[in-house]
């Protein structure tokens, strides 16, 4: 019993980030393109050492957040559209 217990809590853990992935809108190449310029928009650049060191390519404007701070996002009101790239 206690091993079924285990396995169901790992796999509630483990299945925990798709599912709250799932709820968080994306937006495509082209739809970041055509939004670009807006008031509305807040691109933040969250790759972190390396990755972002060595990218020759950085979207201008872009904010970069060092170390994952997050609490900058509380500055801009609720209607703005943040955009988290990574890659």
């Known amino acids: 019993m206690k ?3 285990l396995f ?5 853990f483990l299945s925990a ?10 937006m495509s190449k082209d739809e970041l393109k055509a939004n670009l310029g807006s008031e509305n928009l807040v691109i933040l650049d ?3 050492g390396k990755d972002w060191d060595s990218s020759e390519v950085k979207i201008k ?15 801009y009101p609720k209607d703005t ?3 988290l790239y990574c890659a």
């Open 46 to 48: 969250v790759r972190t």
């Open 61 to 75: 404007d872009a904010i970069r957040l060092v170390d994952s701070d997050l609490s900058l996002v509380q500055k």
């Open 8 to 12: 169901l809590l790992a796999f509630a």
């Open 81 to 83: 559209t943040l955009v």
């Open 3 to 5: 091993k079924i217990i």
């Open 17 to 26: 980030p798709s599912i709250f992935a799932a709820s968080v809108p994306t």
